[in-house]
């Protein structure tokens, strides 16, 4: 009976924290930890490390999807409309949730896009296939560092639908900056003249920012998976290849494996396998560069 008393009052305390944490949100009237909904895998892991037990963290895309090649179903919108939080990328990644994010935005669903706090990469200009918005480069998951830059900007934008994490924040951004360097020793094995990556598409631009790699092309050319794969920028790509001494193809999820195969037959490379959109069985980000940093390194070395 005492029990059962207890457990009644914790509620009353929970559906009044609600109440008076989060005013305006799309699900002021629920009871329960507010709810954040992250778009795809990856961030969504970082963001629940971040949040622990003091809020549920619902993943959009499942995991293994191709983000580029994603639209939300009727269920993922209406997660959106009823979510206190929704963390995305940015940089149309999520372009077929943009309509529904804006309107959930207006009804007072808070919305944080991870590449308003990172310093954004840009395109090289003048590349085939680039235009003015296309040359904004998605893939900051790829970056230990912008990670953190994501998480330090999360703390405020959680404070505001009443989630604390002003302690796990700090902690986090440390892990992190102790990832990039970890990943800085794992590559170290990758003498300067091998630090050349050819990918599925141009999916590790910051990363080779941030460890000092070339990107020598792409099979898909342009920030997509989904663009179109010419004759004439193949011939190109092989040229490329064999002018640079690429050894390594790094193929990825989207990558068409009959074009990605020919090209390596054709030109002697290894084609390689890069897990850069889809988490790893552990489900962490530590793991998931872990596993970018051993492919490359063990490919390149
Ligand atoms: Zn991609």
Redesign the pocket.
């Known amino acids: 009976m005492r029990l059962r008393i207890g457990a009644g009052l914790v509620g009353l305390v929970v559906v009044a924290l609600r109440a008076a944490g989060c005013s305006g949100g799309g699900a002021a009237q629920t009871p329960g930890p507010p709810s954040v909904v992250v778009t795809y895998p990856v961030l969504g892991s970082v963001v629940a490390d971040l949040v622990g037990d003091r809020a549920t963290v619902t993943v959009l895309m499942g995991n293994g999807v ?3 090649d994603w639209s939300p179903s009727a269920k993922d919108i209406e997660r959106v409309e009823k979510a206190d939080l929704v963390v995305a990328n940015g940089l149309n ?1 999520e372009e077929g949730l943009e309509k529904a994010l804006v309107e959930a935005e207006k009804r007072g669903v808070a919305v944080f896009r991870a590449a308003d706090h990172v310093t954004v990469r840009q395109r090289a200009t003048g590349e085939v296939g680039s235009s003015e918005e296309a040359a904004a480069d ?2 900051l998951w790829v970056d230990p560092l912008a990670m953190r830059d994501v998480v330090l900007a999360l703390e405020p934008a959680l404070a505001g639908v009443g989630v604390d994490v002003a302690d796990r924040a700090p902690a986090l951004a440390t892990r992190l900056a102790e990832l990039d360097a970890a990943t800085r020793a794992t590559l170290s094995v990758v003498p300067e003249a091998r630090r050349l990556l050819v990918t ?4 590790m631009g910051y990363f080779a920012d941030r460890y000092g790699f070339r990107l020598v092309g792409a099979v898909v050319p342009g ?3 989904q663009g179109e794969v010419a004759a004439g920028q193949l011939a190109d790509l092989r040229a490329a290849i064999e002018a640079a001494g690429v050894t390594v193809i790094f193929t ?3 990558t068409p494996s009959a074009v990605v195969e020919a090209i390596g037959s054709e030109t002697g490379a290894a084609v390689v396998q890069l897990p ?2 889809t988490l790893p069985a552990d489900g962490t980000y530590a793991s998931f560069i872990g596993q970018i940093a051993t492919a490359i390194a063990t490919a390149l070395r």
Do not use: A, R
């Open positions: 191709d983000p580029h990644l998605p893939h599925g598409h141009e999916s920030l997509t998976s990825e999820i989207g850069s959109h």
